[in-house]
């Protein structure tokens, strides 16, 4: 076994998990990659529910119309991302101090339960409450279940098992979607009553998915005197500093272009197919999102495969590449869809690059901390992202009377171009993931 050339990833770790574990697959590798897969699944899911049923129910609470409906909508989709971010910075910590499993049950519980409960909300006030307590478990699902799957799967099928578990998120939001088509003659409650179905996997991920080796054999180091886990002053490191900037920017620069663009598509769609009913828009704005999802699915495939042909190929390009697609896409999307047909066409490729891009985004994140502060690392960064993220919903929403639909999407475009800037300070990571067996 060869020690790594990356800093991020010191000898001690690869002496923390048995030669076989690291060169052969097993069970737990493959129980780890299932309960990550449907943790994070049904974390997206959860996530994109509120947004398919976003003017119907905010119509409903408030007897309002017009533009008022779309701001009060995103200033509950920001207030839901802000607790997506603190609770990804707060459990991605405790995942290292406390262990990957037990939080991914904890997370999973919390956003089942109160996604669920919002589906009870007599006031948009008592809705936004519930969709934050709500985005603090979805927050927090992520870092636990990928730093899981990382220190589970073996070197050489690392960056596969991470962009399979990605792929869980668009199935994720193909659910969602699916539900508000296939649920919205019953109404927005009962497509968020739905959303509590996770919780039965939350308890199975506890009982059947075994623990982190190396975080088990990180945790009796720190006993015995080692790195402490779970240290954000750690990640601020003269080691780390840089990765962790250049990390929370590149996650940044993919999450505010693609939600600030994704809440303005209700907009869109009511404004290329006018509707005479909630029902009615509901189930439009469902399929605008399986448009989406299609694309997404490409995007992540095309990551797969070219990481499973080229196992180190330069993560730094991959991204680029999608940073750049992203932006053209949602130029396209709001500068020149005029009707259904290419709203949809403009939708698969924003799918593909935008949303297929946290494919590659995500994996360059795995490969930036070492063990003891891997979930605080990829969680602080992939949060941080986030809390920035919760600004797009709100001002996009907010600034759509003062300067229409079109120049507010196109101005999104422009935030993909702090991403292909910053991916350019970070280090390369896929040589060193590939070669070294860490």
Known sequence: MLASTNPALPLAETAAVPMTAATRMTRAAWLTLASAFFGWMFDAMDLQIFTVIMLPAVRELTGLTGARVPEIGGLIIAGKLVCWGLGGILFGVLADRLGRTRIMMATILIYSVFTALSGLAQSWVQLLVLQMIAGLGIGGEWAAGAALVV???????RAKAVQVMQLAFVAGLALASLLGILLAGAGWRWILAAGAAPAVLGLAVRVFTPESASWQASKAAERAGGPRLGSLK???????????????????????????????FPVLVQS????????????????????????????????????????????????????????????MLFAHADSIGSLHLALGAFGFFAIGGFGIVALYLTELFPVHVRATGQGFAWNVARLLTALGPLLVTGALASYGLASVGVSIAFVFAIGLVAIGFGPETGRDAAVARF
């Open 151 to 157: 220190e589970t799967w073996p070197a050489r099928h």
């Open 234 to 264: 750690a990640i601020f490191s003269d080691k780390l500093a840089r990765r962790t900037v250049v990390g929370s920017l590149i996650a940044a620069s993919m999450m505010v272009g693609s939600w600030g663009g994704s809440a303005l």
């Open 272 to 331: 290329l197919a006018p509707v005479t009913s909630g029902t009615d828009m509901t189930r439009q704005t469902g399929v605008a999102f399986m448009a989406m999802n299609a694309g997404a699915v490409l995007g992540y495939g095309f990551i797969l495969l070219v990481v499973w042909r080229w196992p180190g190929i330069s993560r730094r390009w991959i991204y680029a590449l999608f940073c750049a697609g992203s932006w053209v896409a949602t130029t």
